[in-house]
């Protein structure tokens, strides 16, 4: 049976690759996928390992239902490139970072999150990166979360393919 590793990535792990993990691991037991899909998240800095996630992003995703607070921050690694199929990421400035370490034949497994927003969703239209809520309120929270609930029901789609026995 096939399965495909996920791992979301953002600069300290705390605020935005943890929501997507939230919200991707609630899709994708939503569409009984939970056997051929996992997900985990990691962030390119070191700041906040073995930290929960931002108290407001928690806050935010506990609001529409998601779990955050067993999550713990933890800092992308070299194995990482083998062990996930595809590393995403949450703005341009990680993908450049996990570039600069990942083995050159594994680059094509770098991806940005907002790539996978289904095109019919004019809200996102051309937005490229998921908003950095750190320095901002409850708003920039629930802005990732609208992002990530988008892009996130886009990539089960296009993964659905390559599930198929």
Request: aromatic share 6%; proline share 5%.
């Amino acid at each position: 049976m096939k399965t495909i590793s996920i791992c979301f990535v953002c600069l300290g792990n705390i605020c935005r690759s943890p929501t997507a993990e939230g919200v991707m691991r609630h899709q994708v037991d939503e569409a009984k996928l939970t056997e051929r899909i996992t997900v985990d998240s990691a962030g390119t800095g070191d700041w906040h390992i073995g930290s929960a996630p931002d108290e407001r992003a928690q806050h935010a995703a506990a609001q529409r239902g998601y779990d955050l607070s067993g999550l713990r921050g933890r800092q992308i690694a070299v194995p990482d490139f083998e062990r996930f199929d595809l590393l995403i990421a949450m703005d341009d400035a990680n993908v450049a970072a996990l570039r600069r370490i990942c083995p050159p034949a594994q680059h094509d497994k770098i991806r940005l999150l907002m790539e996978f927003v289904p095109q019919a969703d004019a809200r996102w239209a051309g937005e490229r990166e998921v908003s950095d809520p750190y320095f901002g309120g409850a708003a920039g929270f629930e802005q990732v979360l609208d992002q990530c609930e988008a892009a996130c029901r886009g990539l089960i789609a296009a993964l659905h393919p390559q599930l198929v026995y």
